[in-house]
């Protein structure tokens, strides 16, 4: 089983920047997908960024150029590195893993408002 434990939400302006972390109870280099997901009221849950453990990472092409994902193995934490955000951007914001199943965490709320 592995938990997960985001956090690093909150109000922003448009235009600012936030980073979401999440912590991982197992050692992260065994796990091939970690991402992070967003869900906004009334939407479906979606991707938003991806990294396997070969580095290899995938963005929603909404925040292309705007969002960053990294690792840190040795620290067992994912992070999402968000810039210039949007009203669009606001949304709970779930970190997920795929090792021996799915896993998620609880979410935290970001909400990019003036």
């Known amino acids: 089983q592995v938990q997960l434990v985001e956090s690093g939400g909150g109000l922003v302006q448009p235009g600012g920047s936030l980073l979401l972390s999440c912590s991982a109870s197992v050692n992260i280099f065994r796990i091939y997908t970690m991402a992070w997901y967003r869900q906004a009221p009334g939407q479906q849950r979606e991707l938003v960024a991806s990294?396997?453990?070969?580095?290899?990472?995938n963005y929603a092409d909404s925040v292309k150029g705007r969002f960053t994902i990294s690792r840190d193995i040795v620290k067992n934490m994912v992070y999402l590195q968000m810039n210039t955000l949007e009203p669009e951007d606001t949304a709970v914001y779930f970190c997920?893993?795929?090792?021996?199943?799915?896993?998620w965490g609880q979410g935290t709320q970001v909400t990019v408002s003036s």
């Open positions: 990294i396997t453990n070969d580095d290899t990472r």
């Open positions: 997920y893993a795929r090792w021996l199943g799915e896993h």
